[in-house]
């Protein structure tokens, strides 16, 4: 049995590495979609276009400017003379935000009275607003917090220490890239193996296949063992690259981690076996790998928080292998949790593994007879 079923693998690997189509499609896409997402796909903000309005000619408020103007997060593009020059502005897209201190800044300041900063932002792209936001309520506290003691200032009675675990400098990009694993894993994984039956039915070698001595049992594994190789092999260069490219740190157990990596592959692959054994032609494979793609990236939450959702699109959510694979993945990569610490996350994906290959080998043997 086994001898056939390694026979059948390497059939499966020549024909997918003989045809240079298929090791393109392998090999680079997931490498430049790695690279676009990683690079481009950030909730981190760079030089943010803001102007000034400032009535105040006192040092208080060219103190606050300066810290603005020192900050990389910020680009200065101009200073405004009048009010009416800020919808203007806002409205042509030609800064973020308006910065606007009244003429009493400094002098309220001074008599230690409250001062206030008013910051008009651009509220067509809610993300934007709120890190933007956030970065200038950040500079004001450290201004005050400055200011206060060096003129004189009784302290506040409270002081708000902010640290922020498991990634201290908050850069997006180590939340990103370990999702990128999962996510270019499943895709190649589900294209691999749900264009593998249908590929042969197309070229006509599926007929052949089965007049040999190979149980459908046995044509089963002979597909599924390839996709995981595959998957594995992707998995493994888009983590070095991750570790050692983007310099996300990878502080858990190694074996933690592959151990998901293998249940992940068990239900992708089984997903992707469904697909094949309904597919008659190749397209139909590939149109019904997107069909279980486009929902498990946007229900995994790899780009939206799954508490956001609905209660019943968070019921859903159970249901997709990725939702658990990047738990496993950002746990072990910043959290460094081990393997007893993500047994939630592995019997779930263990179980639709389970689910989705026999579900898949009961339509394989449908399709036989």
Do not use: C
């Not at 998995?235 to 490219?245: D, T």
């Amino acid at each position: 049995m086994w001898h056939r079923i390694f026979a059948l693998v390497i059939k499966e690997f020549l024909a997918l590495l003989k045809d240079k189509k298929s090791r393109l499609v392998v090999i680079v896409p997931p490498l430049v979609q790695l690279f676009v997402f990683s690079y481009a796909a950030t909730f981190d903000l760079n030089e943010v276009g803001y102007a000034v309005f400032n009535e105040d000619a006192g040092m208080a408020s060219r103190d606050l400017l300066a810290r603005f103007e020192g900050a990389p997060s910020f680009r200065l593009v101009g200073y405004l003379d009048h009010e009416g020059q800020i919808a203007p502005l806002i409205d042509s897209r030609k800064a973020v935000m308006v910065i606007r201190i009244g003429p009493h800044f400094t002098r309220d300041l001074l008599l230690k009275h409250p001062a206030q900063v008013q910051v008009i932002l651009d509220g067509r792209n809610s993300n934007t607003a709120m890190v933007a936001s956030g970065y200038v309520g950040t500079i004001v506290t450290e201004f005050s917090r400055t200011w206060t003691p060096t003129h004189g200032f009784p302290g506040a009675p409270a002081a708000l220490e902010v640290r922020a675990w498991f990634n201290p400098a908050l850069q997006s990009r180590w939340f990103i890239v370990p999702g990128i694993v999962g996510l270019l894993t499943l895709v190649v994984t589900l294209l691999v193996t749900a264009l593998s039956v249908a590929r042969e039915r197309e070229a006509g070698t599926f007929d052949q296949l089965l007049v040999t001595p190979l149980r459908p049992v046995e044509i089963l594994v002979g597909k599924t063992v390839p996709g995981m190789i595959i998957g594995a092999f992707e998995a493994s260069l888009i983590i070095l690259l991750a570790v050692f490219w983007f310099q996300v740190p990878l502080r858990g157990s190694l074996g933690a981690l592959y151990l998901g990596l293998l249940l992940f592959l068990l239900s992708g692959v089984g997903l992707g076996l469904m697909i094949s054994s309904i597919a008659v032609t190749q397209q139909q494979g590939l149109l019904g790998a997107f069909l279980v793609l486009v929902p498990s990236v946007v229900l995994s939450g790899f780009a939206t928080p799954i508490a956001n959702m609905p209660e019943f699109m968070q019921n859903l959510t159970h249901l997709i292998p990725l939702r658990y694979f990047l738990i496993i993945l950002r746990g072990v990569f910043l959290e460094g949790a081990d393997a007893t610490l993500l047994w939630p996350q592995y019997w779930p994906m263990g179980v639709i593994g389970i689910t989705s290959l026999a579900f898949a080998s009961w339509l394989f043997r449908h399709r036989l007879y």
